[in-house]
C-alpha cells in the first residue's frame, strides 16, 4: 500500500466534451480512438450499403447497433446524439429510395428509435452503476486510510517506504497489515497478515492495529507489546463464531529500533511470530536475512504453547535498509510454480532510497507472476541514513533482470 491506491485508482469517472461524468471501464490507446470512432462509422457504413444495394437489403441493423454500442461507453448527450442520427439516417434513406411510404419503412424507422431509446436506459444503468462503484470505492479507500494510514517519509530519524498491493483488482484493503510509530522507545513497528479473508479479515487487522498503537506507547520491552497483541486477538477469537473461533491468527514481526543518539547503538530488536524474516540491505549491496533464532508460534494461538516473547537483537548500520514484507511476496509463483526468492533478488542491488526499492520490488514481482497474484502483499521500508549520506542516492533504481536460469524467473 503506501498508499499504492493514492498513485493507481481515484475512484471516480471519465469525462466527455460535453461536461458528463462517464463510468465503466475506459478503453485505452488505439482502442479507445476505435471505440470513439466506431458509432459514426456504423452509421456512415450503413448509408453507404443501402445506397449501394437494392431497395429489398436494408442497412437498419447497422442503425440500430450504432446507439447500443454507445451506450456503455459514451455520455448520455452522446449517446442521444447517436441515435438520433440513426433514425434520421433511416428516414433519409427511404425518403431517397422513394419507399418512406411502406409498412416496412415505418417498421425499420421504428425499430431504429425504439433500439435508440433502449440505449439511453442503458446508457443510463451504465451511469448509475458506475457512480455506486466509484462512491464504494471512495468507502474503500477511506476505510483503508483509517485502518492502515500512510506512514510519513520520516520517523524518528529513519526514511519509511510502505505498500499495499492487493490481489483482486479495485481491492483497497485485505488481512495484511503494518503499522510504525515513533515512541518514546524508539521507533516500533508491526507487520503482520492476519488469517482468513473479508471483513473478519479486515476487523482482524484493526483489533491489532488498535492494539499496537497503544501498547507500543506504553510498554517498555517489546516483548510486552508482543503479549498485548496477543491478549487483544485472543478477546477478539472468543467473540467469534465457527472456526475463527479456534483457529484465528495472524503471522507477525515487531520490531523495535532504539534512538542511536541516547543509547550509543546502532541495533534493531525483533520479535518475529511466525512471519517471513526482514532483510536487511546494506548500503555495499551485502543482504542479510533476520531468521529468528528460535521459531515461535503466531499471534492468538497461545493456548497451544506457551513460552516467553525474546527479543533478538540485530546490526542495524548507517546506510541500511529494512525490508518487511507478507507472504504475498515470498510465495508469488511464476508460470512454472516457482517461488519468488526476494533475498535472491535483491541480493547485491542498491537503491536511492526505500520508496524506489519498493517500487522495483512491485514491479519485478509483477514480472515474475506474469502481472497475476494470488495473495495480498503488504511491503514496509525503513532506512537508516549514513553521516553525510544524502536525501537519496543516484545508484541503481530498478531490479535488473536475472539471467537465463537463474532463480526465481521464467526460463
Same mark, same amino acid.
Given at each position: 500500500?503506501?498508499?499504492?491506491?493514492?498513485?493507481?485508482?481515484?475512484?471516480?469517472?471519465?469525462?466527455?466534451?460535453?461536461?458528463?461524468? &462517464?463510468?465503466?471501464?475506459?478503453?485505452?490507446?488505439?482502442?479507445?480512438?476505435?471505440?470513439?470512432?466506431?458509432?459514426?462509422?456504423?452509421? /456512415?457504413?450503413?448509408?453507404?450499403?443501402?445506397?449501394?444495394?437494392?431497395?429489398?437489403?436494408?442497412?437498419?441493423?447497422?442503425?440500430?447497433?450504432?446507439?447500443?454500442?454507445?451506450?456503455?461507453?459514451?455520455?448520455? $448527450?452522446?449517446?442521444? $446524439? @447517436?441515435?438520433?442520427?440513426?433514425?434520421?439516417?433511416?428516414?433519409?434513406?427511404?425518403?431517397?429510395?422513394?419507399?418512406?411510404?411502406?409498412?416496412?419503412?415505418?417498421?425499420?424507422? $421504428?425499430?431504429?428509435?425504439? &433500439?435508440?431509446?433502449?440505449?439511453?436506459?442503458?446508457?443510463?444503468?451504465?451511469?448509475?452503476?458506475?457512480?455506486?462503484?466509484?462512491?464504494?470505492?471512495?468507502?474503500?479507500?477511506?476505510?483503508?486510510?483509517? /485502518?492502515?494510514?500512510?506512514?510519513?517519509?520520516?520517523?524518528?530519524?529513519?526514511?519509511?517506504?510502505?505498500?499495499?498491493?492487493?490481489?483482486?483488482?479495485?481491492?483497497?484493503?485485505?488481512?495484511?497489515?503494518?503499522?510504525?510509530?515513533? @515512541?518514546?522507545?524508539?521507533?516500533?513497528?508491526?507487520?503482520?497478515?492476519?488469517?482468513?479473508?473479508?471483513?473478519?479479515?479486515?476487523?482482524?487487522?484493526?483489533?491489532?492495529?488498535? !492494539?499496537?498503537?497503544? !501498547?507500543?506507547?506504553?510498554?517498555?520491552?517489546?516483548?510486552?507489546?508482543?503479549?498485548?497483541? %496477543?491478549?487483544?486477538?485472543?478477546?477478539?477469537?472468543?467473540?467469534?463464531?465457527?472456526?475463527?473461533?479456534? %483457529?484465528?491468527?495472524? @503471522?507477525?514481526?515487531?520490531?523495535?529500533?532504539?534512538?542511536?543518539?541516547?543509547?550509543? %547503538?546502532?541495533?534493531?530488536?525483533?520479535?518475529?511470530?511466525?512471519?517471513?524474516?526482514?532483510?536487511?540491505?546494506?548500503?555495499?549491496?551485502?543482504?542479510?536475512?533476520?531468521?529468528?533464532?528460535?521459531?515461535?508460534?503466531?499471534?492468538?494461538?497461545?493456548?497451544?504453547?506457551?513460552?516467553?516473547?525474546?527479543?533478538?537483537?540485530?546490526?542495524?548500520?548507517?546506510?541500511?535498509? $529494512?525490508?518487511?514484507?507478507?507472504?504475498?511476496?515470498?510465495?508469488?509463483?511464476?508460470?512454472?510454480?516457482?517461488?519468488?526468492?526476494?533475498?535472491?533478488?535483491?541480493?547485491?542491488?542498491?537503491?536511492?532510497?526505500?520508496?524506489?526499492?519498493?517500487? !522495483?520490488? &512491485?514491479?519485478?514481482?509483477?514480472?515474475? @507472476?506474469?502481472?497475476?497474484?494470488?495473495?495480498?502483499?503488504?511491503?514496509?521500508?525503513?532506512?537508516?541514513?549514513?553521516?553525510?549520506?544524502?536525501?537519496?542516492?543516484?545508484?541503481?533504481?530498478?531490479?535488473?533482470?536475472?539471467?537465463?536460469?537463474?532463480?526465481?524467473?521464467?526460463?
Amino acid at each position: 500500500m503506501g498508499h499504492p491506491q493514492e498513485r493507481r485508482r481515484a475512484g471516480g469517472g471519465r469525462r466527455h466534451g460535453d461536461g458528463r461524468a &462517464v463510468y465503466g471501464p475506459p478503453p485505452y490507446g488505439g482502442a479507445r480512438r476505435f471505440i470513439r470512432a466506431l458509432p459514426p462509422l456504423i452509421i /456512415v457504413g450503413g448509408v453507404a450499403y443501402d445506397v449501394a444495394t437494392p431497395p429489398e437489403y436494408t442497412a437498419a441493423p447497422l442503425f440500430s447497433a450504432a446507439p447500443l454500442i454507445a451506450a456503455p461507453f459514451f455520455s448520455t $448527450l452522446t449517446t442521444l $446524439l @447517436t441515435g438520433i442520427a440513426a433514425v434520421l439516417a433511416s428516414v433519409g434513406l427511404h425518403l431517397y429510395n422513394g419507399t418512406a411510404d411502406g409498412i416496412p419503412a415505418l417498421t425499420e424507422t $421504428l425499430t431504429v428509435a425504439n &433500439v435508440s431509446a433502449l440505449a439511453l436506459l442503458i446508457n443510463r444503468v451504465v451511469r448509475r452503476s458506475g457512480e455506486r462503484l466509484a462512491s464504494a470505492r471512495v468507502i474503500a479507500e477511506t476505510a483503508q486510510k483509517a /485502518v492502515l494510514p500512510t506512514p510519513a517519509e520520516r520517523i524518528g530519524g529513519l526514511q519509511c517506504a510502505a505498500r499495499y498491493e492487493a490481489a483482486q483488482a479495485d481491492a483497497f484493503i485485505g488481512g495484511d497489515l503494518f503499522a510504525v510509530q515513533d @515512541t518514546p522507545h524508539g521507533v516500533r513497528l508491526v507487520v503482520g497478515d492476519v488469517r482468513g479473508k473479508g471483513m473478519d479479515a479486515v476487523e482482524a487487522v484493526a483489533v491489532v492495529i488498535g !492494539a499496537f498503537r497503544e !501498547a507500543a506507547e506504553q510498554e517498555r520491552s517489546l516483548e510486552g507489546v508482543a503479549q498485548r497483541l %496477543e491478549r487483544a486477538l485472543t478477546r477478539e477469537g472468543t467473540r467469534r463464531d465457527g472456526l475463527d473461533a479456534f %483457529e484465528g491468527f495472524t @503471522t507477525a514481526v515487531l520490531a523495535e529500533i532504539p534512538r542511536a543518539e541516547a543509547e550509543g %547503538e546502532e541495533s534493531i530488536r525483533i520479535v518475529n511470530r511466525g512471519h517471513p524474516p526482514p532483510l536487511l540491505l546494506y548500503v555495499d549491496g551485502g543482504l542479510d536475512v533476520l531468521d529468528p533464532a528460535e521459531p515461535a508460534l503466531p499471534l492468538g494461538m497461545g493456548e497451544l504453547a506457551a513460552w516467553p516473547d525474546r527479543a533478538e537483537e540485530r546490526p542495524y548500520p548507517p546506510g541500511a535498509t $529494512l525490508l518487511f514484507y507478507t507472504d504475498g511476496l515470498s510465495e508469488a509463483r511464476n508460470a512454472e510454480g516457482v517461488f519468488y526468492d526476494p533475498a535472491s533478488r535483491l541480493a547485491g542491488r542498491i537503491f536511492p532510497g526505500p520508496e524506489e526499492l519498493l517500487d !522495483a520490488l &512491485v514491479d519485478d514481482v509483477r514480472l515474475h @507472476t506474469g502481472g497475476g497474484s494470488t495473495d495480498d502483499m503488504a511491503l514496509l521500508a525503513l532506512s537508516r541514513p549514513a553521516a553525510g549520506q544524502p536525501e537519496r542516492r543516484r545508484t541503481m533504481p530498478v531490479v535488473p533482470p536475472a539471467p537465463p536460469g537463474g532463480p526465481g524467473h521464467q526460463a
